[in-house]
């Protein structure tokens, strides 16, 4: 089985072809030409029966995949019109487990299992094409609903293989507002340490001038001068071994003792003020003027990425390149705000224009595999006062324009964050029974570990 | 944050990124002279004009000789200036390599000078009489010619052989 041969299934298909036989004269070829083996129809829960599941090594569902059967009338639509068609018809919406529907199991549902979900969502009807990825209780579109033709069904199988062989990768976010004072540094460092408190592997970025989180972290900045010109060379002249020695020699691992027992660790990717500046200039002639380079962070972790199940990534409120290069490479967004109407419009205008942007210019980037980040997670209220019964409503109302997912839990402003900072730690380590721990404990829960299909 | 194309800037790129399609044979005297000097310097000035030809894979336009140069130097990167197709072409007249006179339509007098400065440059010319050619092409010239190959039919000492050298200097655009 080849590609060429499998396209050459798909034309021979029926307009109408039913679900069965779509997936004994096509889909089944899928696997082949993948070299897994699959199971058909297994329980993955009770009640629970998606069309096939692909296994990894140790046995774990790596893939779901439900299929539907034909539809001549969504095979006709092109373009934008595709999309819409199919997020209007039922096919699609019990594809994914559109909740509205009554008695329905999809990929959400598959991926929402309490027992080993899979990594990796497919919805298939000979028609339409959609993958997921399931970060844990995230479910994240990879792509746009795709109509299938002989030119995206070879990328289907690239993507496929691609995910299929790297599940691991870490999910890379980015906490950003192009308004200052909200708290991005302090929020990235703690929520950073209540998932390594529990039991993720997490990786600290600091891309902003300032390194005011690789300070607070206890690391000296000074000690890491151009040390990323070592990996950027190494990953520019594409030598694997060599930019990822780099990069572990950039990489500091730091220990955090909460009373007598607990010992958490979390890895930082310290920043140093001269040469982040540097590598922020957009010309002259220092030696971090590289091609592509809005998509060099994007590249760089992408060494170590599968060694992390979070990675996040500290910038600076400017629009710099460090920003931009810390949105190309992100796979999620949170954004910071406060309750201030101008920093409320920046909130939006991230989310309806920057990241979108960010989005179509990763699209342009052939090497990069297909996928539809960064896309925004949602906005937290942080670093506030109680706003009150009246300010609460304007600024509700404010944000109902918008279709912005707000977080529940709000971080307040405590001295004990402060306290913290003068020790050198994420006060969820320092104090971990204080107010604002618990209020991060459960920021952190609500971002990460609510099942949640994130909607473009 | 809208534009991230990296035409018109000048770049640092590994030299193993860069190919040099037109093996011209560079003298060694000249490309160890210069050699020495990035050794001692680790870096060059005056930029390599590359374009790309694929995701992070680049072509010398112009200034291959320090290429050569950086290589032997042992540099692994070398500061480029990155082009495109367009700017390549303008790049190529602005540095002598190629000169876009449209026979259709120049005078007499332009065609007769850029004879003159070919016969300079290639030895291949040096039967030709500029003035001479210049006149029957403006006598004999028409929108239906689509090639150089009816200047061999005007008895100027232009055979077939030259017509290669002739596509530097000149162009047909009715």
Partial sequence: ?456 | MENFSDIGKYLRIPCKKITNKNKSEFHSAVVNAIAEKLRTNQRNFLPIIVKEIDEEEYEVLLNAHILEAAKKAKLDFVWCIMADEERGKQIEIESKQRFEINLLNASEETIAEMFDYIKSVHTGFSQVNPKEVAKEIVKNRSNKWKSFHPITKLRCKIGRKKLDILDKFFCLQS
């Fill in chain 1, 1 to 456: 089985m080849n590609i060429e041969t499998l396209v050459e299934k798909w034309f021979n298909l029926n307009p109408k072809e039913s679900e069965a036989n779509l997936n004994a004269k096509f889909t089944n070829h899928i696997w082949d030409l993948l070299g897994y083996h699959f199971n058909v129809t297994p329980n993955i829960s009770p009640g629970m029966k998606p069309d096939y599941v692909l296994f990894d090594e140790n046995n774990f569902p790596l893939l779901v995949v439900e299929t539907k059967k034909r539809n001549p009338e969504l095979a006709a639509q092109e373009g934008i019109n595709f999309i819409e068609a199919c997020e209007q018809h039922n096919y699609y919406k019990q594809a994914w487990g559109c909740p509205s529907l009554p008695n329905n199991n999809g990929i959400f549902q598959y991926l929402s299992v309490i027992d080993n979900p899979a990594k990796y969502g497919l919805i298939f009807n000979g028609d339409f094409w959609q993958l997921f990825r399931k970060v844990d209780g995230l479910i994240v579109p990879l792509t746009e609903v795709q109509k299938v033709t002989a030119e995206t069904l070879p990328r289907l199988i690239k993507q496929l293989q691609h995910y299929l062989q790297n599940p691991n990768k870490g999910f890379i976010v980015s906490m950003w507002n192009r308004k200052g004072g909200v708290s991005k540094t302090t929020n990235t460092i703690n929520i950073a340490a209540v998932l390594s408190a529990m039991g993720k592997k997490v990786l600290i970025a600091d891309f902003d001038p300032q390194t005011d989180l690789t300070r607070s972290l206890g690391l000296i900045p000074e000690k890491y001068t151009n040390k990323l010109l070592n990996c950027l060379d190494s990953l520019q002249k594409d030598e694997a071994e060599e930019t990822k020695i780099q990069l572990q020699d950039l990489i500091q691992k730091q220990q955090f003792d909460i009373g007598k027992t607990g010992k958490y660790f979390i890895d930082i990717l310290p920043g140093h003020k001269e040469t982040l500046e540097k590598f922020s200039e957009n010309e002259g002639d220092n030696a971090y003027q590289m091609t592509n380079k809005p998509t060099a962070i994007k590249r760089l972790l992408s060494y170590i990425a599968q060694d992390y199940d979070y990675i996040f990534l500290d910038t600076s409120p400017k629009a710099d390149m460090l920003t931009v290069c810390s949105l190309f490479a992100a796979d999620g967004v949170i954004i910071p705000s406060d309750y201030d109407p101008e920093t409320l419009r920046h909130a939006c205008h991230i989310n309806i224009d920057t990241i979108p942007k960010i989005r179509s210019q990763r699209d342009q980037k052939k090497s990069l595999i297909d996928d539809n980040y960064p896309r925004v997670l949602g906005l937290v209220f942080s670093n506030c006062p109680d706003m009150g019964v009246k300010l609460k409503k304007q600024v509700k109302d404010y944000l109902a324009k918008f279709s912005l997912n707000i977080y529940q839990t709000e971080l307040r402003h405590y001295q004990a964050t402060v306290l913290a900072k003068f020790h050198r730690k994420p006060v969820v380590f320092h104090s971990p029974k204080s107010e604002i721990s618990k209020q991060y404990i459960a920021l952190t829960k609500e971002i990460f570990f609510s099942n949640r299909l994130l909607t473009a």
